[in-house]
T-cell receptor
Framework: GAVVSQHPSWVICKSGTSVKIECRSL??????MFWYRQFPKQSLMLMAT?????????EQGVEKDKFLINHASLTLSTLTVTSAHPEDSSFYIC????????????FGPGTRLTVL | GQNIDQPTEMTATEGAIVQINCTYQ??????LFWYQQHAGEAPTFLSY??LDGLEEKGRFSSFLSRSKGYSYLLLKELQMKDSASYLC??????????WGAGTKLIIKP
């Protein structure tokens, strides 16, 4: 159990376009989902915390107007990278936290974004 | 501020034992996680400690000392597939997960 999926697994887009990444908890309900970004050879960097039915909480330095997060249901959160630029190329990973338990985060497989 | 320290890189030999240390200073403590991350993949859960002591799970064990703000991950009978980054993460008083930078473990034959 506790499987998280992400779609797409990889995407290549032109500079200036917008890209939407979906994160789904397949077999559990997640009131809280997290979005991370990871550049090559660097650690995970939390971008935002997404709570179902409310606005996401963004980490310092993350532009909320550029990285739009929607958490419309207990099993789905989406991250839209608007007007993507080459510097946005990265590995984007979502995770979901169970309603109960010891706050373990279950990670999706990640989405590799390449902006040309 | 909140801080988690772990070595950047370690090297070990196949079949041997390696211990990866993690020290933390956080505002409150609600548990410590170890995750494994292979290159190009998302992290996968290894262990969780919230009480002092050793948790053993197969070839992997994790130890916690809350008074010292210290944990270690012990990997026994190392296999080549254990080559990965190992991430230490602590849940603070707000249940926010604070991540270490990760330790890249290189296994040599």
């Amino acid at each position: 159990g506790a499987v998280v999926s992400q779609h797409p697994s990889w995407v290549i887009c032109k500079s200036g376009t917008s890209v939407k990444i979906e994160c789904r908890s397949l077999d559990f309900q997640a009131t809280t989902m997290f979005w991370y970004r990871q550049f090559p050879k660097q650690s995970l960097m939390l971008m935002a915390t997404s709570n179902e039915g409310s606005k996401a909480t963004y980490e310092q330095g993350v532009e909320k107007d550029k990285f739009l997060i929607n958490h419309a249901s207990l099993t789905l959160s989406t991250l839209t990278v608007t007007s993507a630029h080459p510097e946005d190329s990265s590995f984007y990973i979502c995770s979901a936290r169970l309603l109960a338990g010891f706050n373990e985060q279950f990670f999706g497989p990640g989405t590799r974004l390449t902006v040309l | 501020g909140q801080n988690i320290d772990q070595p950047t890189e370690m090297t070990a030999t196949e079949g041997a034992i390696v211990q990866i240390n993690c020290t933390y200073q956080t505002s409150g403590f609600n548990g410590l996680f170890w995750y494994q991350q292979h290159a190009g993949e998302a992290p996968t859960f290894l262990s969780y400690n919230v009480l002092d002591g050793l948790e053993e799970k197969g070839r992997f064990s994790s130890f916690l000392s809350r008074s010292k703000g210290y944990s270690y991950l012990l990997l026994k009978e190392l296999q080549m597939k254990d080559s990965a980054s190992y991430l230490c993460a602590v849940t603070d008083s707000n249940y926010q997960l604070i991540w270490g930078a990760g330790t890249k473990l290189i296994i040599k034959p």
